[in-house]
């Protein structure tokens, strides 16, 4: 009796210790017991980086403008190597007041500027591209440009919207001499369009 109570009591306390002991645990069970545990973290890393994107996302698009264009200046084009402060003038002659989606380029102290206006009529005569009071269209101070109606070209660096065809090309005289200054006029040849496309070339020095 005592011995089988002596065995008895072995096999419940093999027991016992079998249940109470970690080492007891399977190596399968400690791996998926660490791998839960880790999960949280790798989550959190997958949310900051994702974060990150977000910010980095957002500071370029803040950013895009100087990042893209030279010196900081939306206007300027690629390639430009000089930058046009202020507000451009040619000649000495600023630009029409309500000139709007200006780009330019500018390469060895020449200029390329290209923008929109309604109020080309009156900058013409300020500019002494044309004398007050001769007619816009008078060959002696202009003339057709070789694009026709539709066609569409730029000069070669200058961004931004292209030159609609047809258009009258005006040659530099007066306080605007050595400018020159492509407009877009209507399909009937009689007027400038309202707004115009406007591209002015003109050397500015150093």
Not at 65 to 86: I, K, W
Not at 111 to 135: K, N
Not at 155 to 160: I, N, S
């Amino acid at each position: 009796m005592g011995d089988a109570e002596t065995g008895g009591g072995s096999v419940v306390s093999d027991e016992m210790n079998e249940t109470s002991d970690p080492e007891g645990m399977g190596d399968a069970d400690r791996e998926d017991s660490i791998g839960r545990r880790r999960l949280p973290s790798a989550a959190v890393v997958v949310v900051g980086l994702a974060f990150l994107g977000v910010v980095a996302g957002g500071l370029f698009w803040l950013f895009q403008d100087e990042l893209s264009h030279p010196f900081g200046d939306a206007r300027a084009c690629e390639g430009s190597d000089s930058t046009l402060t202020g507000k451009i003038s040619l000649g000495g002659v600023p630009i029409p007041a309500d000139a709007t989606d200006v780009h330019y380029i500018t390469q060895d102290g020449f200029a390329e500027v290209s923008f929109l206006s309604d109020q080309m009529p009156d900058y013409l005569h300020r500019a002494g591209l044309v004398p007050e009071g001769e007619p816009l269209f008078d060959e002696n101070y202009g003339s057709a440009y070789a694009w026709g109606e539709g066609g569409h070209e730029m000069p070669d660096g200058l961004c931004g919207p292209a030159l609609k065809g047809p258009v009258w090309s005006y040659h530099g005289r007066g306080p605007g001499t050595g400018a020159s200054i492509l407009i877009e006029r209507t399909p009937a040849g009689t007027t400038l369009r309202a707004p115009a496309r406007v591209i002015a070339s003109f050397d500015f020095g150093e």
